[in-house]
């Protein structure tokens, strides 16, 4: 029989003694067309309700999905809240924690004077690691054969931005488990914007001699990129069948995930919400990012905020239909040609011909890097020398 969750007292506590209430929790997701992502992010805030019985919670989305994060703020507002404790649900700081969400929420809080305080990213924790070792160690469980943890080499796949301090806490989660599981190696690769996406990164890898590979995407719900990584690993281990390949799973709603939420609701209260500044990009001059310090806090995603128009290639999860080769299938067309040659470089799933306005990725044309998903594999590039 399946335990309920518990009531988290020391949340609960926490937020009795918040003045300026009463208090509402609103969970600030990005948003997807993908029906499968939206039902695990509902079931991750459900969750975090059961957990604050007595608080009001709420959730909304930057684009992709209904309800947007005005929807949630107005829903928190009915319910007499005066005072909102957001968090963003973002594994780590880029663009859309440091700019997108605040955006929005400043401008929401101008406009209805409703107070609204901003929580930090998951970041790299303790329970989130804790939460990626339960999956991988599911993975190993579930191996057909016996191989060794030092014969064993661990991928861990985040999910690529621009903002090369998010990309480096991908490494640090990487490391964190190599060291906690005693696996023989790990590698760090990415499945969008920055390098080397999965199938390059994967196809360095299996020279290193390992017997078996474990890839495990650092993400929380499903979706295309999520798909993407499945379809990419299955490419490279049907060229080496000498090789066992093993999946694990996404992070999804797994207690230690929501544990972590409440952990970020319980900082807001007591002002300890600071994020990483010192290699922010937008406020430091970090290398080969110089010309980004300063740029305005700003959303880029108001033009398709609320847009409902879910992706109905697939019949629930995310096959990558929409994108066979890395670019979108803009929605209402059920094939795709090659002569639109535009690249957005944050790699969210939709397409259109206007500008985000993001800067430049400046290496989108690294050869491990986002180029490789617009044209095609060259099998003679896998004995090039590393």
Not at 45 to 55: D, H, N
Not at 277 to 306: D, I, M, N, W
Not at 364 to 385: F, I, M, Q, V
């Amino acid at each position: 029989m399946t335990v309920p969750p518990q009531p988290d007292l020391t949340t609960l506590s926490a937020l009795e003694s918040v003045e300026g209430g009463p208090v509402g929790v609103l969970i600030c997701g990005h948003g997807s067309r993908n029906r499968q992502a939206v039902a695990e992010f509902a079931q991750l805030a459900e969750g975090l309700r059961q957990r604050l019985p007595q608080v009001p919670v709420e959730y909304g989305y930057l684009e992709f999905a209904r309800p947007i994060l005005r929807d949630g703020l107005e829903r928190l507002r009915q319910q007499g809240v005066r005072r909102v404790l957001a968090v963003p649900a973002m594994l780590f700081a880029a663009g859309h924690a440091k700019n997108d969400i605040p955006s929005v929420l400043n401008t929401y809080a101008a406009e209805t004077g409703l107070r609204i305080e901003y929580g930090r990213e998951l970041g790299v924790d303790r329970s989130m690691i804790g939460a990626a070792g339960a999956r991988i160690q599911a993975a190993l469980q579930q191996a057909p054969s016996a191989v060794p943890l030092s014969d064993t080499l661990l991928v861990v796949v985040g999910r690529g931005s621009s903002d090369p301090d998010a990309n480096s806490n991908v490494a640090k989660v990487t490391r964190m488990l190599v060291e906690g599981f005693g696996f023989g190696w790990g590698e760090t690769v990415y499945s969008g914007v920055t390098f080397p996406l999965v199938e390059p990164g994967l196809r360095h890898v299996v020279r290193l001699g390992f017997r078996r590979i474990v890839v495990f995407p650092y993400f929380l719900f499903s979706g295309v990129l999520v798909s993407r990584i499945r379809q990419h690993t299955e490419r490279v281990a049907a060229d080496h069948p000498e090789l066992e390949f093993l999946e694990a799973g996404y992070l999804g709603d797994h207690p230690l995930v929501i544990n972590t939420f409440l952990e970020r609701v319980e900082e807001v209260v007591r002002g300890e919400t600071q994020m990483n500044c010192s290699l922010c990009k937008y406020r430091a001059q970090v290398l080969g990012f110089e010309t980004e310090v300063g740029a305005p806090q700003q959303s880029h995603h108001h033009h398709v905020e609320g847009l409902v128009e879910a992706c109905t290639l697939c019949e629930r999860e995310c096959t990558g239909a929409c994108q066979p080769d890395g670019i979108p299938i803009p929605m209402g067309h059920h094939h795709h040609s090659h002569d639109h040659g535009h690249d957005h470089g944050h790699g969210h799933d939709h397409s259109h011909d206007h500008s985000h306005g993001h800067a430049p990725y400046p290496h989108a044309e690294h050869p491990l890097g986002p180029r490789t998903l617009y044209k095609p594999r060259d099998k003679s590039e896998d004995n090039r020398s590393i």
